[in-house]
């Protein structure tokens, strides 16, 4: 351990050299030609001292004065609960669009040196949404801040993730060097459509799960262990489904989804169980035209089941979902606010819950240099 004596005011720390700024110049040592890392200097400083450089932490910060989050225009309610959460005002951020449709972006406020989280999920408008991602990313980068989060509670072109026929793109990873070319430095995201598209980033990700937040909704419900049953609406969805058993209990089902053709599917066969006057709780990551997870509550309705509750993290609702729920056997839809629900949207079946305090304690543990395993289950 090095360990260093200097009768100094202020201090500052490059990539290779310990400056240390007194009243008579500049003290430089040069700890790398000495075999000594950064992580390995002690600094003992004597003398009155203000606060230290926003690039200097000795250790972990018990204030997040040096933090801030901005939203993009995809979900800026969804921000400001974080913010709450954290006891942070949102940050100062203007985002307007030209008279032929480019995105202009201008920060109002000081954020050199500072940690940033940007809040901006991917949904509809998607193109839009992304591109909006990418010019704040870059607004950010240019304006000397310290490190950039990309807060993406929801990835949209998730299900582009592999080529499952000839001469079509990857637009999973398409999307992530895009967003780690224009600079950011992290990603947090929330129930990606395939888990392995965080290999995808050249960054670190941080992939959290909804499941603790729907998990405790049901059991607030009353449900006992006992008349529940698990289902998961296609083969894909089984280990999703197989991370609600240990919090909710219960058995598991399993709907046997077969394709008709190119664009229908169709449920031929119940798998586990019995469904038959148990409560079937159905989960999937995502809720795009609710064809496949309505058609699972038809076929566990038709096996007997007295209540059926539909379960996603993200409630995209478009082409016909509205109408598939309303005509389907269901006594209710849990989502988040991953993404935003429209007000034409907002049927009395469907119950939003926030997601904003597991994405806030994340945010705060990320800037803290903490751990956020715990988060993951």
Request: glycine share 8%; charged share 20%; net charge positive.
């Amino acid at each position: 351990m090095a360990r260093l004596h200097y009768p100094t005011a202020t201090f500052s720390a490059g990539t290779n050299r310990l400056r240390v700024m007194h009243r008579s110049g500049f003290g430089n040592c040069p700890l790398v030609d000495r075999g000594v890392s950064w992580q390995d200097v002690e600094i003992v400083l004597f003398g009155p001292i203000p606060s230290p450089s926003r690039n200097v932490r000795a250790g972990r910060p018990e204030t997040m004065n040096d933090m801030k989050i901005f939203s993009g225009r995809a979900n800026p309610d969804l921000a400001r609960r974080m913010c709450d959460y954290l006891g942070l005002p949102l940050g100062r951020l203007s985002i307007a669009n030209f008279p032929d449709g480019e995105i202009s972006c201008k920060i109002d406020e000081d954020v050199r040196g500072r940690d940033i989280f940007l809040v901006q999920p991917t949904c509809t408008p998607v193109n839009e949404s992304v591109m909006e991602l990418l010019i704040m990313i870059d607004s950010f980068k240019r304006a000397s801040a310290e490190r950039i989060t990309a807060v993406i509670p929801y990835y949209g072109y998730a299900r582009q993730d592999r080529k499952d026929e000839g001469r079509v793109p990857i637009t999973a990873k398409l999307v992530a060097n895009l967003i780690t070319r224009a600079g950011a430095d992290r990603v947090l995201t929330m129930d990606l459509h395939a888990a392995q598209i965080q290999g995808f980033f050249d960054i670190p990700v941080d992939h959290l799960y909804a499941a603790r937040v729907i998990d405790a909704h049901f059991l607030n419900m009353g449900l006992t262990e006992d008349e529940i049953v698990v289902v998961s609406p296609d083969e894909g969805s089984i280990k999703r489904a197989l991370s609600h058993l240990p919090q909710l209990g219960g058995k598991l089902a399993i709907v046997d989804k077969r394709r008709s053709g190119a664009t229908s599917t169709k449920q031929a066969n119940l798998i586990g169980g019995p469904v038959e006057n148990k409560v079937a709780l159905i989960f999937d990551d995502m809720i795009s035209t609710a064809g496949s997870i309505t058609g699972a509550a038809h076929m566990v309705k038709k096996a007997g089941a007295k209540a059926v509750y539909l379960a996603a993290t993200h409630g995209l609702l478009v082409g016909g979902a509205i109408q598939r729920l309303q005509e389907s056997p269901i006594e209710g839809l849990v989502i988040t606010d991953s993404i935003p629900l429209a007000p034409e949207k907002a049927l009395p079946i469907i119950q939003v819950l926030s997601v904003a305090p597991l994405l806030g304690e994340a945010v705060k543990r990320i800037h803290r240099n903490e751990s956020v395993s715990r988060l993951f289950v």
